[in-house]
Each structure stands twice: as C-alpha cells, then as structure tokens.
Antibody, heavy 118, light 108 residues
Framework: QVQLQESGPGLVRPSETLSLTCAVSRYSISTGYNWGWIRQPPGKGLEWVGNFFRGGRTKYNPSLKSRVVISVDTSKNQLYLELNSMGAADSAIYYC???????????WGQGTLVTVSS | SYVLTQPPSVSVAPGETTRLTCVEYDIGSKSVHWYQQKPGQAPLLVIHYDTKRPSGIPERFSASNAGNTATLTITEVEAGDEADYFCQMWDNAIDHPVFGGGTKLTVL
C-alpha cells in the first residue's frame, strides 16, 4: 500500500514560512494520481490546503492562495508545502494525501503538528 | 460553492444502527466520500464514490446519496466505531474539494 510521511518543524514563529515535506513510498509520484495537503486545527474539521495535479498544475484554497506553494520532486518521490506569513490561525495538523481525480483522498500520511508561536 | 452540513454529534448504543448525514442542495448529483477519524489518527477513507467500500472496510459500513442528502450507515455499531466522520465531495464550480464539518459519533 501507498505510504506517506510528513516531516517538518513542529514550531514556527509568527510571520515566518512553513516548509513541510511529504515522503511517498510504495508508489511513484510520477506514475499518476494527484497529491494534496489538508490541514486540521486541533479539535476542528478538515481544511483543504491545495493540490499538485498530474501534469504539474497546482490549485490552492482561495483563502490561502497568495501564501501557499505546493511542489514535487519526482526524483526524490516527495511532495512539498510552503506556507508563508504564518499566523496563529495556521496552527494545525498538516496531512499529505494521495488524491484521485475529482475524487477521494485515498491514502493519508499520519500528519505533522505545526504550532505557530513566538 | 457547496457547503456540506453534518450534525456535530450523534450517539448510538452498541449493536444498533446509526445513520450519519451530509446535506447540501443536489448533493445527489455529485460523488460523495466518507472518512473515519479516530483520536490521534489520520482520516481513513471508508466509503468512496457514494457507495463503494475500499478494501478492508467492514460490510457494516454502507452509504447512499440522493437528492439533498448523502448518508453513511453503520450497522451493528461497535465501541471501535467511535470516531469523527467527515463527508467530502469535489466542487466542480470552484475546482476543489469540500469537506463537511464532521460528526462526532459516540458509542454509549
């Protein structure tokens, strides 16, 4: 089965840039499917952050669009998230997931908790 | 754009059947997916494309989608089914996925 593993700093200072990595194993990113980031503030619901689509297109949540960049490195089989100008409202568990075209997120990483604090 | 409405909480006794709803106008014309999230864990896909169970999901989990309501049904509820359940669809109008707010299922 596909496995995803997020990594990154657990603590980010306000106004700084968050950089997260999602390592994918047992499936090649370049083979197909889309790849996404979803976040979940503690005790709250799921919020889609953005997707990297097959073919290289990206799409972001309009509420974050100006601050977020998602990219992939097929040679490393990794997905990346950069979110700048971090604020308290960005504190959340960040998940990466494989996404079927216009469909479900069928495999998820275990998530990484990011706290924004000085 | 779509806003998927789920009841915040539902309680059910062990062995009973529970139905969790996800409401939006004309949701029946879309494909709906359901996730189970237990405390401290990532969401797990339990139903995709309205009614299909991924490999490994028990037959006790089933779903339907028609009109303005998508429904996840869990029969013979077990203590281990206690979790948050989220519905999700792809909103073609805005070209991105939408999640419901989630329902916390409590097994009494």
């Amino acid at each position: 089965q596909v496995q995803l593993q997020e990594s990154g700093p657990g603590l980010v200072r306000p106004s700084e840039t968050l950089s997260l990595t999602c390592a994918v194993s047992r499936y090649s990113i370049s083979t197909g499917y889309n790849w996404g980031w979803i976040r979940q503030p503690p005790g709250k619901g799921l919020e889609w952050v953005g997707n990297f689509f097959r073919g290289g297109r990206t799409k972001y949540n309009p509420s974050l669009k100006s601050r977020v960049v998602i990219s992939v490195d097929t040679s490393k089989n990794q997905l990346y998230l950069e979110l700048n100008s971090m604020g308290a409202a960005d504190s959340a568990i960040y998940y990466c997931a494989r996404h079927r075209e216009s469909g479900p997120f069928d495999f998820w990483g275990q998530g990484t908790l990011v706290t924004v604090s000085s | 754009s779509y806003v998927l409405t789920q009841p915040p909480s539902v309680s059910v006794a062990p062995g009973e059947t529970t139905r969790l709803t996800c409401v939006e106008y004309d949701i029946g014309s879309k494909s709906v997916h359901w996730y189970q999230q237990k405390p401290g864990q990532a969401p797990l896909l339990v139903i995709h494309y309205d009614t299909k169970r991924p490999s490994g999901i028990p037959e006790r989990f089933s779903a339907s989608n028609a009109g303005n309501t998508a429904t996840l049904t869990i029969t013979e509820v077990e203590a281990g089914d206690e979790a948050d359940y989220f519905c999700q669809m792809w909103d073609n109008a805005i070209d991105h996925p939408v999640f419901g707010g989630g329902t916390k299922l409590t097994v009494l």
